[in-house]
């Protein structure tokens, strides 16, 4: 009871107080509300060991921080407020059309939250743009990117900032929610002289040698994935295919890879074939693209024309060959 006639007090001697008295207490109140809360966000978040629960915190400061701005703001021009509804109201109508791309960004951020599109830590793909979530805001979503001028899943350097409301315009491509696993080949090229059934269970035995130590785990998460969702069962085994192409023969090597081990797995996979096929003994012959170039040649005084160059030189690594008088 006493409470509530201290409150009833301070809303009443507020509501005496001068336009410009209030005007210089929202000042003063909305400083002394934000130093409050950056101290908060400063020294709170340290209490907690993980990174993703400093992170939560932090936000949840800076929201606790502008709801504090308003209500103080509201309790102090409240008897303001009825006079002032139908001019906000008509500035409002003009504000949604020159804001229009902030508040479809602010509704995009609550696309986000609600649908649960991303969060921070997954990788994700809006756009053109792939990148690890490192901030979600209000406006903005901020990406360390990945790829571009450096190799498949390798931070670049750049963080690159996208408006939300992107995701209300295009697709997004999330690579670490429910199943963390993707596809991924290699290809592997070698000569006809090559014995394909050798090679074929050659590269299907150094796939299952890399991918055994995390394909339990797959079967796993995948499981949880198809019991939710409508979808098929794709084998999670590696297989391989073979193709003939260009007169070689072809093997393409599918497996299922963490998302941020693709450039690992590739060249651990290129590195046992390539000794493997070092040691095959002749059994295993890498493919070799030759070109026969012919240079400009003056007729043979008997009046021969020289014979055209048949075939490519013998040996896989042979080097193009040049004929000329």
């Keep these: 009871m006493h409470a509530t006639a201290t409150m009833n007090d301070l809303l009443s001697q507020t509501t005496s107080l001068s336009p410009l008295t209030k005007s210089v207490a929202a000042v003063i109140g909305i400083l002394a509300i934000y130093l409050t809360f950056r101290v908060l966000e400063q020294t709170l978040p340290r209490h907690f060991s993980k990174a993703d629960a400093r992170y939560r915190a932090r936000k949840l400061i800076v929201f606790c921080g502008y709801v504090t701005v308003l209500l103080f ?50 990788r994700v793909q809006i756009g053109d743009t792939r990148g690890d979530v490192i901030d979600i805001g209000l406006l903005r979503t901020s990406l360390m990117e990945i790829g571009n001028w450096v190799n498949t899943d390798l931070y670049n350097g750049r963080i690159v900032r996208i408006p939300n409301s992107a995701v209300l315009k295009t697709s997004v491509f999330n ?81 299922v890879v963490d998302y ?42 008997d009046g021969h024309t020289l014979p055209a160059p048949v075939g490519p030189p013998d040996g896989p690594l042979a080097k193009s060959k040049v004929t000329a008088t």
């Design 73 to 122: 703001l509201a309790i102090l021009f409240e008897d303001r407020l009825g006079r002032l509804s139908f001019a906000l109201g008509i500035a409002g109508a003009g504000l949604a059309v020159a804001l229009q791309d902030v508040i479809a960004s602010i509704a995009g951020a609550f696309s986000i939250g609600f649908s649960s599109l991303y969060a921070v830590g997954d």
């Design 260 to 301: 941020t081990k693709r450039t690992m797995m590739k060249d651990r996979l290129f590195t046992a074939i390539a000794q493997k096929i070092a040691k095959s003994g002749g059994k295993l012959q890498w493919s070799s693209s030759t070109t026969t170039v012919v240079v400009n040649q003056p007729a043979p005084a």
């Design 175 to 255: 690579y670490s929610q429910g199943f963390r696993f993707i596809w991924d080949e290699i290809k592997v090229v070698l000569s006809t002289a090559s014995d394909c059934q050798f090679a074929r269970e050659t590269f299907l035995r150094l796939a299952n040698d890399a991918v055994g130590d995390y394909l339990v785990e797959a079967k796993a998460t995948w499981k949880i994935v198809s019991d939710n969702t409508r979808t098929a069962n794709p084998p999670l085994e590696p297989t391989v295919s073979l193709i003939v192409n260009a007169g070689a023969l072809e093997f393409s090597i599918s497996y």
